[in-house]
């Protein structure tokens, strides 16, 4: 008997299946083959300064303050506290923890207390006789069940569960950086699109203006009708271009409102203009073993490939008997008074065991398919871990060429408005054709416009950096997402 005793006690400590040992990063991940350069090109003008890397640095909590907006930065935590987004996530992971709280429930002793009466008619033995008259059993008991987990079956169940708690705690992570990451994307956007129209309608008028003055030269015999028409449709061509920018600035704003978990009615916001943001000058490289533990979609995923090794314990421990421990004790009575009478007690013990024999091999196709689920949940990870790495390294790369494309956009800007001041001295002198005007306007146009997008990629292309790095959540006591998280704990 203690043999047994011992045995069991044995079997009690361990678990079936494999332990889960979270994964290592190979010594060649990197991000990149040749070293990353101390610092992007720079140019004169707003957003270029040239950024230096920081390698080795963690990415700030609140990243997204560095572009020194306040009204950025009222957005985000605006989005933050009130976006459906999050509180769906936020939902999502009490739930997970309470099912975990489900499953470690079932490591310990059952313990139910009935009360009963129940009217019946049946023959019962009498002095006299049989009798048949209805009557009432009174009864009571306190029940007592456990399940001796020899093989870990249960244990291996609640470490599933608390990997899914886990799991949907990364993702809540995950839903912060992406709604940190979209309204700062977002309104980047709208703060482009302002400049936008703000240097097409200049164009427009400076088109205008250009119209005005052929049509009065072509009044007095100085221009043909065909350079009227011609500075005509210049002015249209220009002038058609911003509905689709309006649009777009309208989209955007609205798209806003979504995040900030208002309804589009409720799309008023404070112009966002593109002086405003400043370019951050110093941006931090996370090392790549720091990007594994601080990216929520690589935790998440290392929580999936946790809970699918427990799968395989919970399969194999299905495999081998199930041994159930039972008591009860209670007392039944035909009368009320005697129902807690020395005479009226009644008691059981009992000891369950099953084992399967023939189940038409389900549970050794069960245990194959949560080993498959292994491998399946192994290879998502080393996906989503490839995948990280090259966001880190296209947002570092689009840096460096982001910097180079805004200084050739801001040199072709000024070579194209010295090529327009002159060519309009020219016409004015006569020396040159209209039609020349209007190309030089046209150039012109075209490298403004350019050194626009230019300005706000290098700022979208920063924030991606900040996102593909993590943005810094894992690690952020005082930011207002792991304090929302923490809430909802």
Known sequence: ????????????????????????????????ATALPASTAS?????????????GEQVPALWWTGFGSEELNRRVTEALANSPT???????????????????????????????????????????????????????????????????????????????????????????????????????LEASLREQIRATEEIVEAYRQQYDLVDKQFATGAKSQGDVLLAQSQVATARAGLPALRKALERSRTQLAVYLGRFPSQAELEALDLDALTLPGEVPVSLPSVLVRQRPDIRAAEARLHEATARVGVATANLFPNIGLSASFGSQALDR?????????????????????????????????????LDQAAADYRTTVL?????????????????????????????????????????EDGSVAYLQVLDATRL??????????????????????YAALGGGFADAGDAPAPAEAQTAR
């Open 86 to 188: 999050v509180a769906s996530a936020q939902a999502a992971l009490r739930k997970a923890q309470e099912e975990a709280g489900v499953a470690r429930g079932q490591l310990f002793p059952s313990l139910d207390a009935a009360l009963g009466a129940n009217r019946q008619k049946s023959p019962v033995a009498t002095g006299g006789g049989f009798s048949t008259s209805p009557y009432t059993v009174y009864n009571a008991s306190v029940d007592i069940g456990y399940t001796l987990d020899l093989f870990g079956g249960i244990r291996r169940g609640v470490e599933a569960q608390r990997a899914l708690a886990d799991y949907q705690q990364f993702q809540l992570e995950g839903t912060y950086l992406s709604l940190a990451s979209n309204v700062v994307t977002t309104s980047i």
């Open 387 to 427: 995948t990280a790495f090259q966001n880190v390294a296209d947002s570092l790369r689009a840096l460096e060429l982001d910097a180079e494309s805004l200084a050739s956009q801001s040199a072709a800007q000024e070579a194209t408005s010295n090529s327009l001041a002159l060519t309009r001295r020219q016409y």
């Open 444 to 465: 012109y146009q075209q490298t403004r416009l350019a050194v626009i997008d230019a300005r706000a990629t290098r700022l979208a292309d920063t924030a991606a950096l």
């Open 1 to 32: 008997m203690a043999c047994s005793v011992g045995l069991a006690l044995v079997l009690a400590g361990c678990a079936a299946g494999p332990d889960f040992r979270a994964p290592t990063l190979a010594d060649e991940a990197g991000y990149r």
């Open 43 to 55: 140019t004169d003008g707003p957003t270029g300064d040239a950024q230096r890397f920081l390698e």
């Open 337 to 373: 008074g005697d129902l807690f009478g020395s005479s009226a007690e009644a008691w059981s013990l009992g000891l369950n065991l099953l084992q399967p024999i023939f189940r038409g091999g389900s549970l050794r196709a069960q245990k194959r398919a949560a080993q498959a689920g």
